[in-house]
Structures are given as C-alpha cells and as structure tokens.
C-alpha cells in the first residue's frame, strides 16, 4: 500500500496525542502527575494541538476535504465515520478538561478527564479497526493490528509526558509506565511481524482469475502499458533489505531504546532523567514514523495479485 | 446509506457473466465502456497525458492477459475484470458519507458522486480494484453497470444492455438477472460451471466467469489397422499406386 504521509503524519500524531490525553486523564485525578496549572496547560494544551495536527494532515488524504463533514453520518456500519464521531465527540470533554487544569478544577476537571481518556481510546481503537476491518489486505486484516494503535499510542503518550514531567521533576510514574509500554510495544510488533511473515497469502492469482483447474497462473499482457492509479496505490513494493532495517529501526529505536532509557530515567531523575527522557522522546517518535510507514508499504492487496505481482512480495 | 439494503423479495441482481473461453483480447469492451462512461452517470473519466508519456486514466474495466498451465494443456487466457456488483460489496460498508450504495432493487453498486469525500477507503476495501480515483474531481469512481443504459427507453430495446456487453464482437460478455435461476445468464453460469473470483474473501461476487474449456484430448481408440506393408503387395501396379497414394 502506498505509505501517504498525510495518514502516516495523522496516525502518529494523534495516537500521541489522545495517548498523552488518556494517560493525564487517568494519572492526573490519581495525583500521580504534577497538579499545576501550568503543566495542565502544556500536556493537555500539546495533546489537542497533535490531535487537531493529525486530523488536519488527515483532511490532506481526501480529494474533496470540504465535505469532510460528511463523513459523520455512516457511523452504523464504517469504522472512518466511527472514528469521526468519537474524534468530534472526545473534543466537548477533552476543551473543558483543558479549562478545568488550568483553573486548577475539581471533581467536574476529574469528570471531564476520564471522560476524555475514555473517548481517546475510543478514537485510536476505530483508527485501528479502519486497518483491522480490511479482507483485501492480510497485514492488516490481523488480530494484533487494533491492539498495536492502541499500544503505539498509549506508548507515545507516556513517553511525552514523561517528558513534560521532568521539568516538574516528578517524572517517575509516566517514565515507569512509559518503559513498560515500550517494552510490551517491542514485543507486540516482533510477534506481529513473525505472524505475518509466516501468514499464508489471502488470496492467489489462481483464484483471483479462477483460472487455477488449468495449472500455474502467469502475466503475459498488462491491461495497460503505463502506470494507473491500482497500481500506485495498491502496489507499492519496498525492497527486503529495506523493509529489515526499517523494521529494526521501528523496533529498536522506536520501542526498546526509550524503553531502557526511561528505566534508566528512573533511579538518575533531575536533569539527566530529563535528558533521557528528551532522547526517548526523539527515537520514539523516529521510530513511530518508521513503524507507520512500513505498515503501509509492507501491505499488499489483493488487487496487486492482477498484475502478477506474487501474495507475498 | 452505506449499511447493505435488505433486498425486497424477487429483486433482481444484475450482473455480468464473461466467457472466458471466447473472449478474444481486444479490449472493444473496455474502448466502448470508456466512450459511453465519459458522457455517462459516472463522466466524465479524465486522462492524463493522454498524447504522451505517462499517460494515464480513469476506467471501469481492465483486459488483462494470463498464461495458466504448462506445455499442451497451457492456455493463453484474456481476462476482462471490471465491478463484480458484490452481494456484500465492503465498498459500501466503509464509506464513512453514505456516498457509497448498493442499490436495494437491482443489487448495482454505484457512487454518489455529490457527496463523495474522495478518502479512498472503498478502493482499499475492493478485492478487485474495481474502483478508480478520479484526481480532477477529487471522487471515486467505478462502473455502474450502464444503469443509464440498461433501463434507458429513449435508446432501442435491444441496445439496453451495458456498453461492454453490446460491443463484444465475440459475445463473450453476458447480462442479466444472476438472482433468477430461470434466466439466460443462470442457465449459461449452470451449464458451463461459472466461478466467482476469490470467493474466500466472502464478498458473494454477482458476476461469473466462464472457465476456458479444456481442449479435446486427442482420442487414442483402438490401433489402426496399417494395412499391408509395401513388401507384401505382390502386384506391381498396386505396390505403385501405394507408393503414390502414401506421399
């Protein structure tokens, strides 16, 4: 599948965002987090602008983003227009959790938090069963897909407000739950990979023509003689070698090393805890970026089986 | 609506059978499905570069060419693949607009072209690659089975079928009501064994492929009697005649 960087900038954003929004929704009422009104302003403030950062490159996607609107209404049966709703919906509780932190508010700012972490994971779980929901396209049609966008964002939320909490010097939980996640992150991706590596393809190019009774199905004339718009959507092919080190740049940069560096974050704390936290946070998100895009460029689709490309290049 | 309708009893499911054992490869179906489509429900079809390199464009169908098989029983197969009209078209189930829609009375699958947000995920949900986005109107689009040809009573009756079909200058491309048993195309589907293509993805494809026939093995019988060899014919004039007439 073709890696769109406007999907790939909206998933990875806004997996951060509603991350850091669930997680100070859940950790702030708890005490766990700095209680200011001023780190309430920054990690709430920085959660809805990645969120609204992400949705705006989404609207990058679509041909006629005016009618974005639209796509609120078929919510009984498409996931996009689920994921639409909860999006909408999370940013009522979401704006006056905002106005609660920084006014410093109670049981209602408490209310509007876990209401807010509620409809966070709602989101990220549509943006994961949009993928999920797809037959045509094996890598994502996979059990571990929708409980990877809900890990990668959890993950990336955690690592940022790690971040902001060691300019409050009480970095200790996020940075605790940050590195559990990294890791739990690490091994979900390499059991996903190993998975679907061994997955057998969906479908052949035997049973996409019906021609199979006859023997072996090849190419001999393509319908076209340049390029159309299957085939640069739906097959796009990245080489071995970089898929590998893609991969390890994904798994290691983007989980195991902040993962160990947040652990290691914990017994240094103060200004070395800090810079720990602002390295995890750059490999996280290099990582992320890494781990999005082979997500699209290693899928392939059914359609691809057409023009004799093989199920599992 | 984007939620599959509930068909009303007896409603029909047009759809397309292609013959696969006659059909020739000369894209007549997929030149005159383009022509009509242009100026049609779903037009116009944009092209791009379309007098040089890199040209490229929007169409509704697609002849691809395949070898299948090895040595004697290898064919060359021409394969037309177009919108299979699916009985669970994902197409419709993800669109997030309601632009997407299987029609409850026909079972064709159409885009509304008004409300279309062009977010793409139909073409993803195809199996097929049935639909293709169009860049300059920033929609889908996708074959609509002539819907404005087929029930059109300003044309001649015999031409209300799709453009595809009536161009075939091979008839290997057949329409109609694939939900009544007791029409033209079931009986064709149940007399030459039609497929669905990629049924394993559980999409229930209206259209059916007609599988190539196997060529004839060449029948072996019984030994033929070879007749006297030319040493045994004692007749000279006859030993002649059966070395002419073996020449």
Known sequence: MNPAPSIIVFTVASGAGYGLLFWMGLLRPLGLVPSSAGFGALAVGIALLLIMLGLLSSTAHLGRPERAWRALSQWRSSWLSREGVAAVATFAPAGLFFVGVIGGGGAFTTLMGLLSAIGAAATVFCTGMIYASLKPIRQWHHPLVTPGYLLFGAFSGAVLLTLFAAFWGAAAVPAAIAAVLGAAAFILKRAYWSSVDAAPPVATMESATGLGFIGKVRPLDPPHTETNYLLREMAFRIGRVHAQRLRRIASLAGFAAPAVLLALALPFGGALGGIFAFAATGLALVGLLAERWLMFAEATHTVALYYGQEPRA | ?247
């Not at chain 2, 079909?165 to 290997?172: E, G, I, L, W, Y």
């Open chain 2, 1 to 247: 609506m984007t939620s599959l309708p509930t068909p009303p009893p007896g409603a029909k499911k047009l759809g397309l059978v292609i013959d696969l054992d006659t059909c020739v490869g000369c894209h007549a179906c997929a030149t005159n499905c383009k022509e009509w489509n242009t100026s049609g429900h779903m037009a116009p079809l944009p092209d791009r570069n379309p007098y040089s390199a890199g040209q490229e464009g929007v169409w509704f169908n697609r002849v691809h060419s395949y070898e299948a098989g090895e040595g004697e029983e290898g064919r060359t197969v021409h394969f037309p693949r177009s919108c299979l009209h699916c009985e669970t078209p994902a197409c419709v189930t993800v669109c997030p607009t309601g632009a997407s829609y299987k029609r409850a009375e026909d079972g064709i699958v159409l885009v509304n072209t008004d409300i279309c947000i062009g977010c793409q995920l139909c073409a993803w949900a195809c199996p097929y690659g049935a639909r293709e986005f169009d860049d300059d109107a920033g929609v889908m689009k996708k074959c609509t089975l002539c819907v404005d040809r087929i029930y059109n009573e300003h044309i001649p009756e015999k031409q209300r079928v799709p453009a595809c079909v009536s161009t075939c200058p091979a008839n290997a491309r057949h329409f109609g009501d694939l939900g009544d048993p007791d029409s033209a195309v079931s009986k064709l589907v149940a007399e030459r064994g039609g497929v669905a293509l990629m049924p394993e993805l559980g999409y229930q494809p209206v259209n059916r492929y007609l599988p190539p026939r196997r060529a004839p093995k060449p029948d072996a019988g019984p030994p033929r009697d070879p007749g006297p060899l030319p040493s045994q014919i004692t007749n000279p004039l006859l030993r002649w005649v059966d070395k002419v007439l073996s020449r």
